[in-house]
């Protein structure tokens, strides 16, 4: 028994007659597919072709494979049930099966595209041999009383870091939560707010404010230029404060715009601009690659991130990685001073770490690392107090759920 394709995906004919409000997976119709096409077909057609006679892929080839001695006939193919979207059985003899087999085997890179009717989106499936005995399941969100919803919560990560210091030696801790709003309608567009805290402990010879805050969200979109190169531009608002001083300062806008080429999945290459719209540095050329040669090894050479991960184990969706990072930390804050003034302080260093990554199903993740922060300073826009603290230790974790 070989199970073939009449004209798309097994779904009720009374949900057939709905239009199909959203898409999974939308792919180019090739010029040579894999297998047989799996088109959308525009409501007219598909009513024209609800009242016409059903041509199956194996009547289609068997039409092709019509020899000259006279050939041979396959058998009656039951009449289906109207609908344009279904699937039927076909019963075949030893022999043709054989026949048939050896044809589709010396076709398969030549097979004809027959889309011509459809509308301009088309899914091309996989092959029927890979699927035989098998029907396509329809994604729920392909039928129409079935709705998607516009906008959903993403993810949530947190994450908290720890650099020890007393007296002139200055430490702190930082607290980051944010979030990740994604848009199932508009897939190039997500929107990520995100919180963070920074607890500073000393140090006594300025007077650096206790706690800086910084609230910000980013907007996201990621759009097609041409094969393999894409657009990604990112804009995020936010306000650096002590929540004293609230003024123009402490309104910072971040940001950047990449090109992003990917000639495999593999490897990416990046090139763009990043504004850090920091008072020490404000804007930096963004020249960066992703490559994972192998699935255990994967180099991220990302501002302002750097990595380089190995995978140590793996168990279904359970992975477990380690890692080298770089990092290039602190921030502008708008503060102010003891004497009531207003500022603006920035801190600056620099930090190799190493890791651990943990991933889990449903794309749950969360990490420790540590490692060693150097090339400090504390630097205000009035010139008064600054000075280089210390290197120090750092320890952090996270998790992203």
């Given at each position: 028994m070989i199970t073939c394709l009449s004209l798309g995906m097994n779904v009720n004919s009374s949900l057939a007659e709905e239009p199909i409000r959203s898409f999974h997976i939308l792919s180019p119709v090739e010029a040579q597919p894999s297998g047989p096409p799996v088109s959308i077909l525009s409501e007219e057609f598909a009513g024209q072709l609800s009242h016409s006679q059903h041509v199956t892929r194996e009547e289609w080839l068997t039409s092709q494979l019509h020899d000259q001695d006279g050939g041979w006939s396959t058998n009656t193919v039951p009449k289906a049930e109207n609908s344009p979207l279904l699937f039927e059985q076909y019963e075949m003899t030893a022999d043709q099966e054989s026949e048939l087999d050896f044809f589709q085997t010396e076709i398969h890179e030549k097979e004809v595209q027959q889309a011509s009717y459809t509308d301009?989106?088309?899914?091309i499936g996989e092959s029927l041999n890979a699927s035989e005995h098998q029907q396509i399941q329809p994604q729920d969100s392909c039928i129409a009383d079935c709705e998607t919803p516009w906008i959903n919560w993403s993810s949530t990560s947190v994450s908290a870091t720890w650099l020890p210091g007393s007296g002139d030696r200055l430490g702190l801790f930082d607290f980051n939560i944010g979030g990740k709003i994604a848009f199932p309608t508009l897939r190039f567009l997500s929107i990520s707010p995100r919180y963070e805290s920074t607890i500073l402990n000393g140090p006594r010879r300025t007077d650096v404010p206790g706690t800086l805050h910084r609230v910000a969200v980013s907007f996201m979109g990621m759009m097609p230029i041409r094969e393999k190169v894409f657009g990604q531009l990112m804009v995020t608002p936010g306000v650096s404060t002590d929540f004293q001083n609230t003024g123009s300062d402490s309104l910072r806008v971040t940001g950047h715009l990449l090109a992003i080429y990917a000639p495999s999945a593999q490897l990416q290459w990046m090139f763009g601009v990043v504004y850090l719209n920091r008072e020490d540095v404000s804007l930096l050329p963004a020249v960066g690659l992703t490559w994972s040669p192998d699935d255990e090894h994967r180099v991220e050479l990302v501002f302002p991130r750097p990595r380089y991960l190995h995978r140590l184990s793996k168990n279904g969706d359970n992975e477990r990685?380690?890692?080298?990072?770089?990092?290039?930390?602190?921030?502008s804050w708008a503060i102010e001073r003891a004497n009531n003034t207003d500022d603006v302080v920035t801190l600056s260093d620099y930090?190799?770490?190493?890791?651990?990554?943990?991933?889990r199903p449903n794309n749950r993740e969360y990490f420790w690392e540590t490692g060693i922060v150097f090339s400090r300073s504390v630097e205000y826009n009035s010139g008064i107090g600054d000075y280089n603290p210390d290197s120090t230790m750092l320890i952090r974790a996270g998790s992203k759920f």
């Open positions: 301009d989106f088309a899914v990685w380690s890692y080298l990072a770089a990092e290039f930390g602190g921030g930090r190799l770490m190493t890791g651990m990554e943990y991933k």
